[in-house]
T-cell receptor
Framework: SAVISQKPSRDICQRGTSLTIQCQVD?????MFWYRQQPGQSLTLIAT?????????ESGFVIDKFPISRPNLTFSTLTVSNMSPEDSSIYLC????????????FGPGTRLTVL | DAKTTQPPSMDCAEGRAANLPCNHS???????VYWYRQIHSQGPQYIIH???NNETNEMASLIITEDRKSSTLILPHATLRDTAVYYC??????????FGTGTSLTVIP
């Protein structure tokens, strides 16, 4: 298994500002992903965070709005830029462990409220 | 896009088996079926996964039909702590998960 931490766990932000969310894993991973979960909704995949290269974004998500970094195998950041109230969601990272495990492990999430 | 459809909600009596169905009629031959659950907006928790054969672990059993177009997650003796949203997911070739709407299971005392 893996222990995944996210910082901050929650935040309240003003519209027009940006927030960077960190995801740290205690194990070597092959893949890292970022999801958004809007209130009362299911999870939506934002992007795959690629180590040392640009993230791969899903339809409807763009780098200017959600820049992602992954400088090493165990750490990634997601920035929510120029926020609006519609960005109020829980943001979760998930990882696929190295070593052949087929499970994706999810972090506890970051609860973001934009006023 | 999600490849799965599930009923939006189900109830189950405590101590009875909970059988949660999932349709995935467009699944490809090498795509796995995964089940996760989410309690109170915590991060989703892995339950079980399978490709063709039925699978069982300490949490649940997974029954996949022979044509692989549907599956059923079985919680053999549901407890109140099993109340959660259960997601059936088809893992695509790139290892991405596309979540459907899930089934909200309520275990009733």
């Amino acid at each position: 298994s893996a222990v995944i931490s996210q910082k901050p766990s929650r935040d309240i932000c003003q519209r027009g500002t940006s927030l960077t969310i960190q995801c740290q894993v205690d194990s070597q991973v092959t893949m890292m992903f970022w999801y958004r979960q809007q209130p009362g909704q299911s999870l939506t995949l934002i992007a795959t965070a690629n180590q040392g290269s640009e993230a791969t974004y899903e339809s409807g998500f763009v780098i200017d709005k959600f820049p992602i970094s992954r400088p090493n195998l165990t750490f990634s950041t997601l920035t929510v830029s120029n926020m609006s109230p519609e960005d109020s969601s829980i943001y979760l990272c998930s990882v696929l462990l190295a070593g052949g495990s087929n499970e994706q492990f999810f972090g506890p999430g970051t609860r973001l409220t934009v006023l | 896009d999600a490849k799965t459809t599930q009923p939006p909600s189900m109830d189950c009596a405590e101590g009875r088996a909970a059988n949660l169905p999932c349709n995935h009629s467009t699944i490809s031959g090498n795509e796995y079926v995964y089940w996760y659950r989410q309690i109170h907006s915590q991060g989703p928790q892995y339950i079980i996964h399978g490709l063709k054969n039925n699978e069982t672990n300490e949490m649940a059993s997974l029954i996949i039909t022979e044509d692989r177009k549907s599956s059923t997650l079985i919680l053999p003796h549901a407890t109140l702590r099993d109340t959660a949203v259960y997601y059936c997911i088809v893992r695509v070739a790139g290892n991405q998960f596309y979540f459907g709407t899930g089934t909200s299971l309520t275990v009733i005392p």
